[in-house]
């Protein structure tokens, strides 16, 4: 029981120690605007977590806008919920993955279309929240101008929130975000020849 109340006291004493650290740094982050966030790296999470995001906005009554860039199906679980939430615009603008594809005219004429939309969102400041989803790949492939993507990026209404998804990001866009993740692999079931789970990859 002694050795009990000493962890205990440890723990609050620690605690206590970091709860005047944290509220220092709450006390001051005084600055209110819109967010550039970028989840890039070849870990699995990307997505989930920039749709978790937009669930979140909904939930305080935030309108959003989704636009997926490279995916082409229609039937994954996150479409389903989403389609039916008010407040929310979702837009499937691609052909399907690139390897699949193969032609890259095609692609970058797709790419080009969905930037169109994206950028009524990215203009419009009823909108709160935006998801780019796997923009990355259309700037690598250059199937959009980079400098084209910063602009509009950059020049969008004050408040609005971006998410931008997909590997490889490239180091402009990371350099003008103003949160950047990096999803790191550590261990995936389709290395062990595990396929893609309904519920859990779509």
């Not at 389903?80 to 692609?107: C, I, S, Y």
């Not at 939309?117 to 929240?129: Q, S």
Request: charged share 25%; with cysteine; glycine share 8%.
């Amino acid at each position: 029981m002694s050795n009990d109340n000493d962890l205990n006291a440890r723990h609050r004493t620690r605690m206590q120690r970091k709860k005047v650290i944290v509220d220092q740094h709450i006390a001051a982050a005084t600055i209110d605007k819109g967010l550039l966030l970028v989840l890039t790296g070849n870990g699995k999470g990307k997505s989930s977590s920039a749709f978790g995001m937009a669930a979140r906005a909904l939930g305080h009554g935030m309108r959003v806008a989704v636009v997926q860039f490279i995916k082409s199906r229609t039937d994954c679980g996150e479409e389903a919920f989403f389609g039916k939430q008010p407040n929310l615009d979702w837009h499937v603008m691609g052909d399907g993955f690139t390897w699949d594809t193969q032609d890259r005219e095609r692609d970058a004429l797709k790419a080009q279309a969905a930037w169109e939309v994206a950028r009524g969102y990215l203009r419009d400041p009823a909108v709160d929240l935006v998801v780019l989803d796997e923009l990355t790949y259309t700037i690598k492939y250059r199937y959009l101008e980079l400098e084209t993507v910063l602009h509009d990026l950059q020049a969008r209404p004050a408040l609005q929130h971006v998410v931008v998804t997909g590997r490889g990001a490239d180091p402009a866009l990371l350099a003008i975000a103003d949160t950047v993740t990096e999803m790191k692999p550590v261990k995936h079931a389709y290395a062990a020849g595990v396929r893609a789970q309904k519920g859990i990859e779509w």
